[in-house]
């Protein structure tokens, strides 16, 4: 499913038009990121909970040349399925 299909199923299931699906979607986008990027936690009972987790620097291979390299650290974004989320995708 891509965005605009999600769009449309938002739109379908909250008897909203597409358009305010689309900035309902968009909203909660940026809410997310930028609460992420603030290093908050989010999370939406029963469905999950979106977290950053520090990635450490470690050394990896160049499968092309064989040659050792440095991949440097970052922070990820992980995401944990809810009990309920899960129990639906069985």
Known sequence: MNK???ISA???NAGLSKVDSKKA???FVAAVAK?????????????GTFSVSSR???????????QKMTIAAKKVV????GAELSEQVK
């Open 4 to 6: 605009s299909e999600l």
């Open 10 to 12: 938002i739109a379908e």
């Open 25 to 27: 979607l968009d909203g």
């Open 35 to 47: 609460a992420l990027k603030s290093g908050d936690k989010i999370a939406l009972v029963g469905f």
């Open 56 to 66: 450490s620097a470690r050394t990896g291979v160049n499968p092309a040349t064989k």
């Open 78 to 81: 992980k995401f944990k399925a």
